[in-house]
């Protein structure tokens, strides 16, 4: 998996735990307690009653609870299609790709984790670039992998400025337990829905079922996954190497992957369900050779362009193994007034705004020198440097061609997204850089 998948890695890793179907002998995790902690647990904390925010608005799930029954997963095929959903291609398709805000090459696809998104600190260009030096080698810091020191040039870019319209993602209207219970039904999970630890929850958590988790962040990003369709556990060895290890068989890749419209489908479904509009999303499924899983991506369409926080799905031949995305709508904000394409351009080189490689060049994508290559141990530390030896201060020359204006996500302090714009720059290698493109005006620089 990569980051354009967006899945949990901490769901990820309990889904595929060897021990998740050992039970412990009674009494087990209370002597770790008691072993552990030198006085009682204290009271967990009250939540909070949320009936006020609750009835905000008027719930929109009420119209969907049927159409969610009938979405449930049903095996086989994974999910029954309803007319509603219609086919893989949407009005959507050939939008424009993400623009992302956040620090690191290739993160323009799915919803970025890098630079802490999740927290609403964007890690700042220098600041990625320092750290990353820190374990990067004198010949990788010559590449312009968007880390190290960088010259940018231009010309012929435009110096109108404008505005442009902004949105972010209402997560208060969708956060209620009707919402989150008839994204359950359609995913096939009964229980109770509860909100507990800073998310929704429903279905155990163990690992002994299918469960579904709605973080209470910016996006309401969710979490669904079914351990019962675990393309990754074959069985479980009859001499374990210890009296209390469990050791799982390794598996060979399914041979009955469904097709990738049945991914595409599949993932249409549950947004249908959600009560979004499928046709206001565009689709794809990638699937390398040799996966346990059909894979298939959604991304949210505004304004002719994906937005950086999209929706990934995991499908096997007996159903949806994982699902996760944004469970929070995307509204209309205001506009916003942008800075010119020049004005622009001079902000990559401000360390204000810290220029963003969103994508490598493609010349350097295949080059085995880039951290790929084998590792050969030195026979001897480096040579004395001479009197008068020159600092090496690889610069890296970037020549901007070409700039469109889009749109990025953005997490505010208080945990709340926005959608802004924001520019893309594109050089003459082909790697690409972005800057948000609104005006110092609306950019609250304080740190308080």
Known sequence: MNHDNELDPVARLRAADPAADFEARAGFADDVVSRTLAEPLAEPAAVADLSSERARRRPRW????AVA?????VGAAGFGIGASTGGGMNSAD???PPISLQTGAGTGGMAPEMGGARDGAVQSGLGGAESAQSKMGAADMMHPYGFGRNSFSSKGLSTATGVASAYTFDARAASNADEVTALAAALGIEGTVELKDGAWMVGPQDGTAPSLSVSLDGILRFYFTD???NPWKCG???QPVAPDAVVVEPCDPPSDLPGEDAAIDAMRSIIAATGRDPGAFEFASETWEGSYTRNAQAWPVVDGQRIDQGWSLELTAAGVHSVSGALAGIVPLSDYPVVSEQQGFERLSDP?????MTSVPIALRGQTDIGTSEWVPPTEPPSTPVAGTSLSWPVNMVDIVSARLGLASQWQPDGSVLVVPAYEFTDADGGMWSVVAV???????ATD
């Open 227 to 229: 351990p019962l369709i």
């Open 94 to 96: 050939g939008a424009a």
């Open 62 to 65: 009420l119209p969907y609870v």
């Open 352 to 356: 204000r705004f810290g220029a963003q």
């Open 69 to 73: 029954a009938s979405l449930a997963i």
């Open 236 to 238: 479980m060895s009859e």
């Open 439 to 445: 005006a110092d005006s609306k950019l609250d620089f």
